[in-house]
């Protein structure tokens, strides 16, 4: 899918805008707190439900306004997408699909696929594992959906057994209703631990390559740090085994929950020894995997966003970069002028041409 056109009413700084893009290469170039990170907010929200900068929607309608809306035209060789979104201060956010209301946020994933990248994203290496499980979720989610609903019981099956944790006092009792959140929590917990397993087997080689590319040659590697079970029965003698340890907690300590990602760089663990280069191109490498893993399960390159990410590079990994992304649409926000590529779209205090 390439995006063709986008429409804003009263987003952020956004007054009221509508602009096509280029289907290749696309250079938002503007000073500071102009609009070029509000623009592709938009666009990233339209395709998958959610902004990268806030869980606050209502933020996201202009200062003085009862709601924003956003508008968006895809295509590709053989189908069309338009995707509203409408945003009041009053009430839920509502989404539809070429004029039909979509009920669930998850029907959105993976119509017009994304990648998104700013220098925010090193803490995809520097921090905590919730970051680089929240990377495989939205990844696995716009190629199978099903997993995105998959997910949705499990954390809802998850805070069922948590509450129970906390609120049984008698431990006896507690042994006694737990199996029902036990067997439910196996059911979908080894499953997603599969999908994320194969995931990271599918992405290791792309990100491999797109790292030794665009830093000239490192090596880098990644080992997904799972539970050590390989069937519901399994899993239910684990949770069995650890529920002294959540009674006295208060919560459930074992699951894909609390899974993570190790990556290295010439066998050595970028979290700890990698420089802030090393780290910020590793970030980089897994997120150009991406294209190549949607790419693969979709028939088509998925949307590439990459905010204030020339800044932060060299000039010979720009060009690289700027080769490697030529096989898909990209959005790229800038302050420099001379560093835009593609169309060049000037972003003035909440306009842009």
């Known amino acids: ?27 938002l170039c503007g000073k500071n707190a102009q609009g070029k990170t509000n623009l592709i907010e938009a666009i990233f929200f339209a395709c998958i439900g959610k902004s990268f ?4 929607e209502k933020q996201l309608i202009k200062w003085g306004e009862e709601a924003a809306r956003i508008t968006l035209f895809a295509s590709n060789d053989i189908r069309t997408k338009k995707i509203e979104v409408l945003l009041q201060t009053s009430q839920k956010k509502s989404v539809k699909m070429d004029g039909l209301p979509i009920r669930r946020i998850g029907d959105v994933l993976g ?26 979720n939205i990844d696995i989610s716009q190629t199978n959906k099903r997993y995105f609903y998959l997910l949705s019981r499990y954390e809802k099956i998850l805070e069922s057994r948590n509450k129970l944790l906390k609120t049984t006092k008698d431990f006896s009792v507690l042994k006694e209703s737990v199996q029902i959140w036990d067997k439910a929590l196996a059911m979908a917990g080894i499953k997603i631990i599969k999908e994320r397993e194969k995931f990271i087997q599918n992405i290791q080689p792309f990100a491999s390559k ?44 074992f699951g894909p ?7 290295f760089l010439n066998g050595q663990e970028v979290k700890s020894f990698g420089s802030q280069g090393q780290q910020r191109t590793a970030a980089l490498s897994l997120k150009l995997a991406e294209l190549e893993i949607i790419k693969n399960e ?4 998925p949307i590439l966003i990459l905010d204030d990410v020339f800044s932060e590079l060299d000039a ?28 060049i779209i000037r972003v003035t205090d909440g306009k842009a041409e």
């Open 1 to 27: 899918m390439k995006i063709n056109r986008l429409s804003l009413k009263n987003f952020r700084n956004y007054q009221s805008l509508t602009i096509g893009f280029d289907e290749k290469m696309n250079s």
């Open 53 to 56: 900068r806030t869980s606050k």
């Open 111 to 136: 119509e017009v696929p994304v990648v998104f990248f700013s220098p925010d994203e090193l803490k995809l290496v520097k921090e905590s594992p919730e970051e680089r499980r929240k990377f495989m």
């Open 210 to 253: 797109a790292h030794e590319y665009i830093s000239g040659g490192e090596k880098l590697s990644l080992v997904y740090k799972k539970p050590e079970i390989e069937s519901e029965e399994e899993y239910i003698k684990k949770l069995s085994k650890t529920l002294e340890k959540d009674f006295k907690f208060g919560y459930t300590t």
């Open 257 to 263: 929950h609390r899974d993570d990602i190790d990556i």
């Open 298 to 301: 979709t028939g088509e390159y």
């Open 316 to 343: 010979v990994r720009r060009k690289r970069l700027v080769k490697f992304t030529s096989r898909c649409q990209t959005f790229i926000t800038t302050t420099d002028e001379s560093l835009c590529e593609g169309k």
